[in-house]
């Protein structure tokens, strides 16, 4: 591995500086075994030059992944397995829904419910006993994309008409009301700053502390997309059918036949998404 600084371009066009530890620590999250972490670090390390964009890192480090053990590649892509979650955001509504389940909340997708002055459609309601959320979801299929201010700035004006009205309703008014804003992108710092200072919860791929990354792989939350014998047709067929959760097809193989699949080809897909699960 050479030492002297290397400057990567980012995909948002930002320049940094190259961080081997960053790069084993993704390696590590997506399963890789330490040895394996560390000779494909080594290996990146030794063909880095000044300008080399992180999208080409991470190529490389998918593909060297991916010869060693083709599941944990899987993982190790599942940020760009999320920008698959297209082309509408439905499916990434579905797929925070499942988040939120894993973390112990009811969940409802896609409802309108009305407001003091007009009625909202809500991408995910998420509630327990002690608290409501509201959730807004903000899907993007490109890399490098940030979503700014303006998105919070407007989510705050809809929460607010909605909480008022909650006061009132029995099923909620005793709870904690919150309103969040879910990217599978990133904030800018504007938008970042006016989360917190007006009270909003904002998720995003690398924000918070527990972060969309964070929270996927602790729940071992993988998508459909991580699978790579899924053509896009059949993905988009099980969206229709709102499976997004490669653990959920794996309770559901007939799902598979009944989109017209053979028998072993449905197999290969199960057994694809059983490795990738750690089932």
């Given at each position: 591995m050479r030492h002297t600084p290397i400057t990567v371009r980012k995909f948002s066009g930002e320049l940094d500086q190259f961080d081997a530890d960053k790069l084993l620590k993704s390696l590590s999250e997506a399963g890789a075994t330490p040895s394996q972490a560390d000779k494909i670090t080594a290996t990146i390390g030794k063909g880095l030059y000044d300008g080399i964009t992180t999208r080409e890192i991470y190529q490389k480090a998918h593909r060297l992944l991916k010869n060693r053990a083709k599941e944990k590649a899987s993982r190790y892509g599942l940020?760009?397995?999320?920008?698959?979650?297209?082309?509408?955001?439905?499916?990434?509504?579905?797929?925070?829904?499942?988040?939120?389940?894993?973390?112990?909340?009811?969940?409802?997708?896609?409802?309108?419910?009305?407001?003091?002055?007009?009625?909202?459609e809500v991408d995910v309601l998420a509630f327990t006993q002690h608290e409501v959320h509201m959730m807004e979801c903000k899907f993007h299929n490109r890399h490098g994309y940030k979503t700014d201010v303006k998105v919070p700035m407007y989510i705050k004006s809809r929460f607010e008409d909605l909480a008022d009205q909650w006061k009132r309703n029995p099923k909620y008014q005793n709870k904690k009301?919150?309103?969040?804003?879910?990217?599978?992108?990133?904030?800018?710092?504007?938008?970042?700053?006016?989360?917190?200072?007006?009270?909003?919860?904002?998720?995003?791929?690398?924000y918070p502390s527990d972060s969309l990354k964070k929270l996927t792989t602790?729940?071992?939350?993988?998508?459909?997309?991580?699978?790579?014998?899924?053509?896009?047709?059949?993905?988009?067929?099980?969206?229709?059918k709102n499976i997004v959760l490669a653990s959920s097809l794996v309770e559901n193989e007939a799902a598979l036949l009944e989109l017209g699949l053979d028998k072993p080809r449905a197999n290969q897909i199960i057994e694809e998404a059983k490795r990738i699960c750690g089932l």
């Amino acid at each position: 591995m050479r030492h002297t600084p290397i400057t990567v371009r980012k995909f948002s066009g930002e320049l940094d500086q190259f961080d081997a530890d960053k790069l084993l620590k993704s390696l590590s999250e997506a399963g890789a075994t330490p040895s394996q972490a560390d000779k494909i670090t080594a290996t990146i390390g030794k063909g880095l030059y000044d300008g080399i964009t992180t999208r080409e890192i991470y190529q490389k480090a998918h593909r060297l992944l991916k010869n060693r053990a083709k599941e944990k590649a899987s993982r190790y892509g599942l940020k760009k397995a999320l920008l698959q979650l297209g082309p509408t955001g439905y499916p990434f509504e579905l797929f925070i829904g499942e988040l939120m389940r894993k973390e112990g909340y009811e969940v409802e997708v896609g409802i309108t419910m009305p407001g003091k002055c007009v009625s909202h459609e809500v991408d995910v309601l998420a509630f327990t006993q002690h608290e409501v959320h509201m959730m807004e979801c903000k899907f993007h299929n490109r890399h490098g994309y940030k979503t700014d201010v303006k998105v919070p700035m407007y989510i705050k004006s809809r929460f607010e008409d909605l909480a008022d009205q909650w006061k009132r309703n029995p099923k909620y008014q005793n709870k904690k009301h919150e309103g969040w804003v879910v990217t599978n992108a990133r904030f800018t710092k504007d938008a970042m700053d006016f989360g917190k200072c007006a009270g909003l919860k904002l998720l995003s791929w690398d924000y918070p502390s527990d972060s969309l990354k964070k929270l996927t792989t602790k729940h071992n939350l993988y998508p459909i997309t991580t699978i790579h014998t899924i053509s896009k047709s059949i993905r988009e067929q099980l969206f229709d059918k709102n499976i997004v959760l490669a653990s959920s097809l794996v309770e559901n193989e007939a799902a598979l036949l009944e989109l017209g699949l053979d028998k072993p080809r449905a197999n290969q897909i199960i057994e694809e998404a059983k490795r990738i699960c750690g089932l």
